[in-house]
């Protein structure tokens, strides 16, 4: 597996070093992430779920396998801030965030390299189904915590205009529709979502933060666990109670112990949120990610 997360480390810290060093303008990464996150990702997303099959029993197994634990982690995430009265509320949103948010670029980088085209498939369709719902986490907990009273007109607005969101029912109501894909407008949409990767990984380390000030080391050590190891587990163990097929269960043990997205910065500057408590989870679960994403494949055989 290291061979498949050490090349996309490395395009994230090349990042880290295009920032650090002044290599290229600062409005740079700005432009790049707009450009990323409101076209070349949804392009990815589109593009990825509009080839898959919705017709097969393993999209139910992979929704309860990925969304079951989903819940749970937020839930177990809400429970963890009530006793927490002194955290700010824009904290509070960063920590729902990051602990149920995956990083899209490094998931599918990592998959493609590490998996046979039907597991990176199946990767792929987690992404679809729970890119919707965990934005969705997202989008309340920040409306409800940014100090402007949450009501339903504002959360549905939010979400409306949420790109990722938009592009990935669009593919799926594509799929499942059975409509044509035109070789040309797919093949542009493949070209974008290609360079979605690597614009998205070098954006992701031009905003990896490494300064203990202003830390939160409670909330980031405990929405890490959160995001890092109860989730997987969660998902390996639903997997098993629920005799979900050997293929999916990896991919939604995979994809659960994905480290939180950069696209959490984004909506948490947008809309209000702790920005740098969310930068701080960005940079230590990618970086622990290296260590915690192999064993994910573990955790079914030691829940079993």
């Given at each position: 597996m290291l061979n498949a997360i050490l090349p996309v480390l490395l395009i994230i810290l090349l990042g880290v070093a295009i920032r650090r060093y002044g290599w290229l303008p600062e409005a740079f990464f700005?432009?790049?992430?707009?450009?990323?996150?409101?076209?070349?990702?949804?392009?990815?997303?589109?593009?990825?779920?509009?080839?898959?099959?919705?017709?097969?029993?393993?999209?139910?197994?992979?929704?309860?396998?990925?969304?079951?634990?989903?819940?749970?982690?937020?839930?177990?995430?809400?429970?963890?801030?009530?006793?927490?009265?002194?955290?700010?509320d824009a904290a509070r949103s960063s920590v729902v965030q990051g602990a149920v948010r995956p990083n899209t670029y490094f998931g599918i980088a990592v998959s493609a390299l590490l998996f046979p085209p039907q597991t990176t498939a199946l990767v792929m369709l987690s992404l679809a189904l729970c890119l919707p719902a965990v934005n969705v986490i997202s989008v309340i907990a920040l409306s409800w915590w940014s100090g402007v009273p949450a009501d339903a007109g504002r959360i549905g607005r939010n979400l409306a205009r949420n790109p990722i969101i938009l592009s990935t029912l669009a593919g799926v109501v594509w799929s499942v529709a059975g409509l044509p894909q035109p070789a040309p407008l797919f093949n542009t949409l493949d070209i974008l979502g290609k360079a979605a990767l690597c614009l998205g990984l070098i954006c992701v380390g031009s905003g990896l933060v490494f300064s203990l000030e202003g830390l939160r080391p409670m909330a980031l050590s405990l929405t890490s666990a959160l995001k890092l190891l109860l989730l997987p587990l969660l998902a390996a163990k639903?997997?098993?109670?629920?005799?979900?097929?050997?293929?999916?269960?990896?991919?939604?043990?995979?994809?659960?112990?994905?480290?939180?997205?950069?696209?959490?910065?984004i909506m948490a500057r947008q809309m209000g949120g702790d920005t740098r408590l969310m930068a701080s989870l960005i940079t230590v679960q990618t970086l622990?990610?290296?260590?915690?994403?192999?064993l994910s494949s573990q955790f079914l055989r030691w829940m079993a």
């Amino acid at each position: 597996m290291l061979n498949a997360i050490l090349p996309v480390l490395l395009i994230i810290l090349l990042g880290v070093a295009i920032r650090r060093y002044g290599w290229l303008p600062e409005a740079f990464f700005p432009s790049v992430e707009k450009f990323s996150y409101n076209i070349c990702f949804p392009a990815l997303l589109f593009s990825g779920t509009a080839k898959l099959s919705f017709g097969s029993a393993e999209v139910g197994h992979l929704a309860l396998a990925t969304l079951l634990p989903t819940a749970l982690v937020t839930l177990a995430a809400l429970l963890m801030l009530l006793p927490a009265r002194a955290l700010p509320d824009a904290a509070r949103s960063s920590v729902v965030q990051g602990a149920v948010r995956p990083n899209t670029y490094f998931g599918i980088a990592v998959s493609a390299l590490l998996f046979p085209p039907q597991t990176t498939a199946l990767v792929m369709l987690s992404l679809a189904l729970c890119l919707p719902a965990v934005n969705v986490i997202s989008v309340i907990a920040l409306s409800w915590w940014s100090g402007v009273p949450a009501d339903a007109g504002r959360i549905g607005r939010n979400l409306a205009r949420n790109p990722i969101i938009l592009s990935t029912l669009a593919g799926v109501v594509w799929s499942v529709a059975g409509l044509p894909q035109p070789a040309p407008l797919f093949n542009t949409l493949d070209i974008l979502g290609k360079a979605a990767l690597c614009l998205g990984l070098i954006c992701v380390g031009s905003g990896l933060v490494f300064s203990l000030e202003g830390l939160r080391p409670m909330a980031l050590s405990l929405t890490s666990a959160l995001k890092l190891l109860l989730l997987p587990l969660l998902a390996a163990k639903v997997s098993l109670l629920c005799a979900v097929p050997a293929p999916v269960a990896l991919a939604a043990c995979f994809y659960c112990a994905l480290p939180t997205a950069p696209n959490a910065y984004i909506m948490a500057r947008q809309m209000g949120g702790d920005t740098r408590l969310m930068a701080s989870l960005i940079t230590v679960q990618t970086l622990l990610a290296a260590l915690t994403l192999p064993l994910s494949s573990q955790f079914l055989r030691w829940m079993a």
